[in-house]
């Protein structure tokens, strides 16, 4: 008896002491749970707020507003840019509308002297390949005359030096037979003594 009563005690000790601890346990882990939701929705909503608050800082809205300003400023100077552009423009086209019929003019004029000078360039460049080939030939001709005239001159050289070659045998030849004569071995001798 007092065996069953401890044992029920312990058994009830037990599964109240277990259940009291896994509840424990399973209500720190949801509150765990809980808390760290809260903590990143108390993060987006802290960030969110100081982005307001650095918004909202009077320091800031006069840096942005400086800021603007300038961008307003640097706009009304490209603004004022852009209209004297414009005048620049305008009073550039009103400049070349009073004055395109001289520009017209002078640039007729310019290819007026330009067709000119070219018609002279090609008659100059004409007249000097005539004159070109009218000296070549003229070169030509007088090279021919003269190489003519220059053989029929060697001709009549070479035909005088045969003729001498000719007259100096004859005369060699008389010379010999004037030798081999009694008048003639006498005459050499006598010669070959002065």
């Not at 809260?38 to 608050?53: C, E, M, Q, R, T």
């Not at 086209?93 to 001289?102: A, G, N, S, V, Y």
């Not at 001709?141 to 029929?152: A, D, G, H």
């Not at 030849?173 to 003639?184: C, F, M, N, Y």
Request: aromatic fraction near 10%; charge should be negative.
């Amino acid at each position: 008896m007092i065996k069953d009563i401890l044992t029920k005690i312990v058994l009830v000790l037990v599964f109240g002491l277990g259940g009291f601890y896994g509840g424990v346990y399973y209500g720190t882990n949801k509150f765990n749970n809980m808390m760290d939701e809260l903590y990143s929705d108390y993060v987006l909503i802290k960030n969110d707020v100081d982005a307001f608050v650095e918004v909202s800082n009077p320091e800031t809205i006069r840096h942005y507003v400086k800021e603007l300003n300038k961008m307003l400023d640097d706009l009304e100077f490209l603004n004022n840019i852009i209209q004297s552009g414009q005048i620049a423009d305008n009073t550039l086209d009103l400049f070349i509308d009073k004055h395109q019929k001289r520009i017209d003019d002078a640039n007729g004029r310019i290819l007026l002297l330009q067709k000119e000078i070219y018609d002279v360039a090609a008659d100059i460049r004409t007249e000097l390949v005539d004159d070109v080939n009218n000296l070549n030939s003229a070169v030509t001709v007088e090279l021919e005359t003269n190489r003519k005239f220059t053989e029929k001159q060697i001709q009549e050289i070479i035909v005088k030096i045969d003729n001498l070659i000719n007259y100096i045998d004859e005369v060699r030849d008389e010379l010999d037979v004037i030798k081999d004569s009694k008048i003639g071995k006498r005459i050499f001798k006598w010669w070959k003594r002065m």
